[in-house]
């Protein structure tokens, strides 16, 4: 009786808790839009309010079905953001229409466009497929490129990591090759890689295929483990051992089991300051 009553009481705190952070969104298969104020000395004075969308790990077509895809759009739509940025994994494990996921995103028009990275379920006949679609809406693909955004005289760069779980081919970051005094944004697929090696010169860097473990109690136990570093990447801002900020998104779409609980799917607004 006893055990069965402390079993009801973790789960409805771990509910409460969850409520307490989770900004719930109005649109369909997006449990919530989740916003951080970045704040940077580095960031130049024209870029103070740059407005950073962030999607990850869609898994098309997984929990994340054709009839939620409306919503994500409409989600991402509402962030007014400068740029799109999507952090990998689109295709689900059974299969899904990658070019219906990016006709669909081609609807989200920002000033700087869209850029992305690859993740580690775009292998084979799914990476082809995919470079297929961003080739013909425009996206930007980043494989341990830099690329650069600017406001008339001033920049901030944009790095994107190639196949992070490949370190003997892609272990050196480009962020190596940086300025100290720039602004750099990463975008890669894991959390795991601004901690297997040196991004030196990255002032954030953006991650998704966590899913928040996609069953978490206080964001800090789950089942799940997609890390090799165990829950200590595996939802929102979080630092490596040298003090370098990676923003983990819970994602949209679910892999493995097409569950979740107490993760909720989520899109993220990156709001950047200068300090």
């Given amino acids: 009786m006893y055990k069965s009553y402390l079993i009801v009481l973790m789960a409805a705190m771990a509910l409460l808790s969850s409520c307490a952070t989770a ?46 895809l409306p919503g994500a759009i409409r989600a991402l739509q509402s962030l007014d953001a400068d740029v799109l ?31 992305a990275v690859m993740g580690n379920h775009e292998r084979g006949e799914a990476d082809r497929m995919v470079r297929e679609a961003m080739q013909y809406t425009g996206v930007h693909l980043l494989e341990h490129r830099v ?12 790095c994107g ?23 750099v944004l990463m975008l890669t697929h894991t959390p ?3 901690e297997d090696v040196d991004v030196s010169n990255t002032d954030l860097a953006l991650a998704g295929h966590t899913h928040g473990g996609q069953v978490s109690l206080f964001k800090k136990w789950t089942p799940a483990h997609f890390s090799k570093y165990g829950n200590r990447f595996l939802t929102g801002l979080r630092h490596n051992s040298r003090g370098i900020p990676v923003i983990i998104t819970n994602g949209l779409g679910t892999s493995r089991r097409d569950i979740r609980l107490f993760t909720p799917s989520e899109v993220v607004l990156i709001v950047l300051h200068k300090k």
């Fill in 23 to 68: 900004s719930f969104s109005h649109y369909k298969g997006v449990g919530r839009i989740k916003q951080y104020d970045f704040y940077s000395e580095q960031l130049p004075d024209s870029f103070n309010g740059f407005r950073v969308a962030f999607a990850s790990d869609f898994h098309y077509e997984s929990r994340f079905t054709s009839k939620r």
């Fill in 85 to 115: 940025l999507l952090g990998g994994d689109y295709r689900g494990r059974n299969g899904g229409d990658v070019d219906e996921l990016f006709r669909a995103l081609e609807q989200v028009r920002t000033p700087y466009g869209t850029y």
């Fill in 147 to 158: 690329d650069t955004l600017r406001k008339g005289d001033a920049y901030i760069l944009l």
């Fill in 161 to 183: 990591i190639r196949n992070p779980f490949d370190l003997k081919t892609n272990g050196v970051s480009p962020t190596l090759k940086l300025n100290p005094e720039d602004f």
């Fill in 192 to 194: 795991d890689y601004v």
